[in-house]
């Protein structure tokens, strides 16, 4: 089936350091999504991208869906304290109709 | 707006009791959604329902049942609790199916379960 890895597992970065994560497939996905778990929450989405090669920002985040249409990438720069959480990447696929996540990244950010 | 609301936020079962998992959204989606979260393993799809009256199932699917009660509320039902079922469940739900183009997944806070 369909999967997801998303690397790394798990930062711990200083106050005002630049973070970068990515996610990689062997399978083609039409939609990428990168959602942010702060602790003891649920999901929320911080960005969507529906074109190959396309590069979307959303204040200090920015990601990219890949020109193969099997991997994206967020970066967040200068990080501050309240980054702190888990951060998911999701492919969906139109072909199977299924979205999948990947396995999270856990960011900490020391001040 | 309260958005995806779930009951209960904790909860401990011993094994074999059962319990209801409680889900109700007011954004007037259509679709909705039980995932897991286990560490390592990210938010895998247990039972989805794409519209009122229907349900499927994810990849996730055995030791669990669900009902669409109506547009709003979505249940999980745990029959036979097992130590495997220790997670943290999230409902979600979105305009349309998938969570894909203009529909995204909007998640509720999660209910941490306990089976020992």
């Known amino acids: 089936g369909q999967q997801l890895n998303q690397s790394p597992q798990s930062m711990f970065i200083q106050e005002g350091e630049d973070v970068s994560m990515n996610c990689t497939s062997s399978s083609i996905f039409n939609t990428w999504l990168w959602y942010k778990q702060d602790p003891g929450e649920g999901p929320v989405l911080l960005i969507a991208l529906y074109k190959a090669g396309e590069l979307t920002s959303n204040g200090r985040l920015t990601a990219q869906f890949g020109i193969t249409r099997k991997d994206s990438f967020l970066n967040i720069s200068a990080s501050i304290p309240s980054d702190v959480g888990i951060y998911f990447c999701a492919g969906f696929s139109s072909n199977t109709g299924k979205l999948i996540f990947g396995q999270g990244t856990t960011l900490q950010v020391k001040p | 707006n309260a958005g995806v609301t779930q009951t209960p936020k904790f909860q401990v079962l011993k094994t074999g009791q059962s319990m209801t998992l409680q889900c109700a959204q007011d954004m007037n989606h259509n679709s909705m959604y039980w995932y897991r979260q286990d560490p390592g393993m990210g938010l895998r799809l247990i039972y989805y329902?794409?519209?009122?009256?229907?349900?499927d199932k994810g990849e996730v699917p055995n030791g669990y049942n669900v009902s669409r009660l109506n547009k709003r509320e979505f249940s999980l039902r745990l029959e036979s609790a097992a130590p495997s079922q220790t997670s943290v469940y999230f409902c979600?739900?979105?305009?349309?199916?998938?969570?894909?183009?203009?529909?995204?997944?909007?998640f509720g806070n999660g209910t941490r379960l306990t089976v020992t």
């Open positions: 329902s794409a519209s009122e009256g229907t349900t």
């Open positions: 979600a739900s979105s305009e349309t199916v998938s969570g894909s183009y203009n529909s995204p997944l909007h």
